[in-house]
């Protein structure tokens, strides 16, 4: 059985975004978006990603606003190579992800093994 690549997984979970946003509209609640980007965080494709996103949503969702929540569904459209090298400081971060979010994501101190 060939299993999908990360980057695969991750276009699929970007065609599945788009799909359920098209279906809901602006009526989605804060707590549904919160159980969608659960999901999304905890189901990545490979361990690593699910350990890093879905611990960093674990550790910091309770507290996100409503555009806090709206920059971490953007982020979870991103690859997840993507998403680790800019947590791992390996690449720059665009303009877009940076500011206190992504140095909180980098402090990687959410990571439980």
């Known amino acids: 059985m060939n299993t999908p690549t990360p980057s695969v997984l ?8 788009r799909f359920f946003a098209s279906r809901s509209g602006d009526m989605m609640d804060h707590d549904t978006r919160l159980d969608r980007a659960r999901f999304r965080a905890w189901h990545r494709g490979t361990r ?20 806090e ?29 940076s500011g206190r979010m992504m140095q909180t994501m980098q402090k990687l101190d959410y990571v439980k093994i």
């Open 48 to 67: 690593e990603a699910d350990y890093m996103i879905g611990c960093f949503f674990d550790r910091y969702h309770k507290q996100w606003t409503s555009e």
């Open 69 to 97: 929540l709206e920059w971490f569904e953007a982020l979870l459209d991103e690859d997840d190579v993507d998403i680790m090298a800019w947590a791992f400081q390996a690449q720059p971060v665009p303009e877009k992800y």
């Open 10 to 17: 991750s276009k699929w979970n970007q065609s599945l975004s």
